[in-house]
């Protein structure tokens, strides 16, 4: 899947998927991606998978790569290293790979886009992914340190912002090193 999207294909008419389907779509593929790239065993990959669907479900948002390097045993002082890892595996499977932008944590939050599309703002909690940027809605970045969280909810940024004007806007996918990627979810979700 690409990092940046263009016009979507002629006669396609995208659909408008439920948070939890945007959701579990996030969680298999992340899995699978994980699995092909012989990140973790396909044992912890399940443990980690049976855990965020029950913080999910309580309403817990939980990223599947953060879950996992917990389930890998990796103490709080090393998960940032094992989640950079992980996040790696993961980006190796997509073409082209996310870039990693390490002054993410600097960006202001985009408060005006998500007052105006309150649905993604719900969406980019429930995935832990904060709009990084977004200017009047013509160019909009997403960042996570999980590249096809980010991913996913670029999509429905795109898909949201062309239906409701017309435009389809530039999209950038980032990754995010996990320190960053834990403020801007604190930040931006009031977590």
């Known amino acids: 899947m690409n990092t940046v999207f263009q016009a979507a294909p002629e006669g396609s008419k995208p659909h408008r998927r439920t948070i939890p389907e945007v959701v579990e779509e996030c ?5 699978e991606a994980l699995s092909m790239s012989g990140a973790a065993s396909d044992s912890d990959i399940f443990k980690a998978l049976a855990r965020v669907r029950e913080s999910q479900g309580k309403g817990i948002p939980e990223d599947l790569i953060e879950t996992l390097g917990r389930v890998l045993g990796h ?3 090393h998960l940032g290293a094992a989640i950079l890892t992980l996040a790696d595996a993961v980006a190796s499977t997509l073409n082209p790979a996310p870039a990693t932008i390490p002054f993410a944590s600097k960006l202001i939050a985009p408060s005006a886009f ?29 960042g996570s340190i999980n590249p096809i969280a980010a991913t996913l909810l670029g999509d429905e940024a795109y898909y949201a912002v062309g239906k409701r004007f017309g435009i389809h806007p530039f999209l950038t996918c980032a990754r995010m090193e996990y320190e960053s990627w834990a403020f801007l979810c604190r930040k931006h979700f009031e977590l």
Do not use: C, M, N, W
Request: proline residues 3%.
């Open 27 to 31: 969680y298999v593929r992340t899995a």
């Open 75 to 77: 103490e709080e002082e």
């Open 114 to 142: 998500y007052e105006s599309f309150e649905a993604l703002h719900q969406l980019g909690k429930a995935l832990l992914v904060p709009v990084l940027y977004a200017e009047d809605t013509d160019a909009i970045g997403t």
